[in-house]
C-alpha cells in the first residue's frame, strides 16, 4: 500500500476543499524537506515528446484547477510532472462561487466541482510564477472574470494573456468551464472565430515584442455534439491556434446517476467524464487529420486510460481528478503504460 493509500481516508474525512488545500500544504513542506521520497516515485526515466515547437520530457501533464494561483509550482514540479498547467486565472481576483463548491463521489470516481474561476488575479499568479525555482513546462490557462459581460471577453483574455506570456511555455485559452455563466457560448463558431482572431493577432505582436513565439491552445468542453465539433473545426481552420485541449468537465449526469449528489451544480470530473470526453478527443482528432497536436484529458485513473487517450489521437494528456483518487503513483503509472504501448513517442 502506498503511503497515500494509507493517508486518503483521512484527506476523504475531511471536507473537500480542506482537503485539497492540506494536500498542497503538505507537498510543499515535503518538498522543502527533502521528504518527496516518502511521497512518490517519479517517472524512472524520460520519455521525450515534441509538441507545439516544445520538447516535454514526458507526455504526461497536470491539468489546470489544482493549482489555481501558481502558489505550488516547486512541490508540484518535484513530482516529475512532463509539464504543469495552472490557473485558469482572470485578470482580477474573485473570490468564485460560495462554498460549498467542491464535491467527491467515491463510490463512482468522481467530482463535481463549481469552483467559479476563484483565484487571486493574474498580477499574484505571474509574481508567484516568478518566485518558483522550477523550470520545466509551464501552461498558464486563462479565462475572463465572472462580471465581465462576453461581448466584452476579449479584454479580459488580452489582459491575462500580455501579462503571462513571458512566463508560459504555452498559453490555454478556456472557453469551456461550466461554472462561469455564458463561457461557454464562446465556444460557438462566431464567438470563437473572433476571439482567437483577436488574441492571435496579439500573440504575434507579443512574439515580435519578446523575440519568441509562445503556443496558444484553445481548452474544449465534453458536452458538444458533432455539429459543435463541426464548428469549432471550423472555427479553428487558419486561426493559428497551436493546440486543443480535450476536454473540460462536463454537465452531464448520466454517469453518476442516483448519487444524491449528482444534483450538485457544477463540472462532473473523474471516471464517469472518460468515454466521453474521450470520444470528443477522437472527433476532434478525426477531423483535424493531424493539423494541431492534442492533449487528452478527463477521466484518467490508470495507466491504461492515459494510453487510450494516446491511442484516441492525443499526443499528451493531462490528470487531475485522478490524483484525488490515485495518488501521485498514477503519474508514473501512466508514463510507464504509455511507454509498454507505445514505446518512445514520436518526435517531430
Known amino acids: 500500500m502506498s503511503g497515500y493509500e494509507r493517508l486518503r481516508p483521512l484527506l476523504f474525512s475531511l471536507e473537500a476543499e480542506t482537503a485539497h488545500r492540506l494536500t498542497l500544504y503538505a507537498l510543499g513542506v515535503a518538498q522543502r524537506s527533502n521528504l518527496m521520497r516518502w511521497v512518490t516515485q517519479p517517472p524512472p526515466a524520460e520519455l521525450p515528446v515534441r509538441a507545439f515547437g516544445i520538447d516535454f520530457p514526458n507526455p504526461v501533464g497536470l491539468a489546470a484547477g489544482l493549482d489555481k494561483n501558481g502558489e505550488h509550482l516547486d512541490a508540484l514540479g518535484a513530482l516529475g510532472f512532463g509539464f504543469i498547467e495552472i490557473g485558469t486565472v482572470t485578470p482580477r481576483a474573485q473570490p468564485g462561487n460560495p462554498k460549498p463548491r467542491l464535491f467527491r463521489l467515491p463510490e463512482h470516481e468522481a467530482i463535481i466541482n463549481r469552483m467559479g474561476f476563484n483565484n487571486e488575479g493574474v498580477d499574484a499568479l505571474a509574481r508567484n510564477v516568478e518566485r518558483a525555482q522550477w523550470r520545466g513546462v509551464l501552461g498558464i490557462n486563462i479565462g475572463k472574470n465572472k462580471v465581465t459581460p462576453n461581448e466584452r471577453a476579449a479584454g479580459d483574455y488580452l489582459a491575462c494573456l500580455k501579462r503571462v506570456y513571458p512566463l508560459a511555455s504555452y498559453i490555454t485559452v478556456n472557453v469551456s468551464s461550466p461554472n462561469t455563466p455564458g463561457l461557454r457560448e464562446l465556444q460557438h463558431a462566431d464567438p470563437l472565430r473572433t476571439l482567437t482572431g483577436t488574441l492571435m493577432e496579439a500573440r504575434e505582436q507579443l512574439a515580435t515584442q519578446h523575440g519568441t513565439r509562445k503556443p496558444m491552445l484553445l481548452k474544449i468542453a465534453p458536452d458538444l455534439d ?56 477522437r472527433g476532434m482528432a478525426q477531423r483535424l487529420g493531424g493539423k494541431i497536436p492534442l492533449i487528452g484529458v478527463g477521466g484518467i485513473l490508470s495507466g491504461s486510460d492515459a494510453a487510450d487517450k494516446i491511442g484516441a489521437g492525443a499526443k499528451l494528456v493531462q490528470i487531475y481528478s485522478g490524483l484525488i483518487y490515485r495518488g501521485p503513483w498514477l503519474l508514473t503509472e501512466c508514463v510507464q503504460e504509455i511507454r509498454r504501448q507505445y514505446g518512445d513517442a514520436d518526435v517531430e
Open 226 to 281: 458533432e455539429a459543435g465539433m463541426d464548428a469549432i473545426t471550423a472555427a479553428l481552420a487558419g486561426s493559428g491556434i497551436d493546440g486543443l485541449i480535450c476536454t473540460n468537465t462536463t454537465i452531464a449526469r448520466s454517469g453518476v446517476a442516483g448519487d444524491p449528489r449528482a444534483r450538485e451544480a457544477g463540472g462532473l470530473s473523474g471516471k464517469p467524464l472518460f468515454e466521453r470526453s474521450t470520444e470528443v478527443l
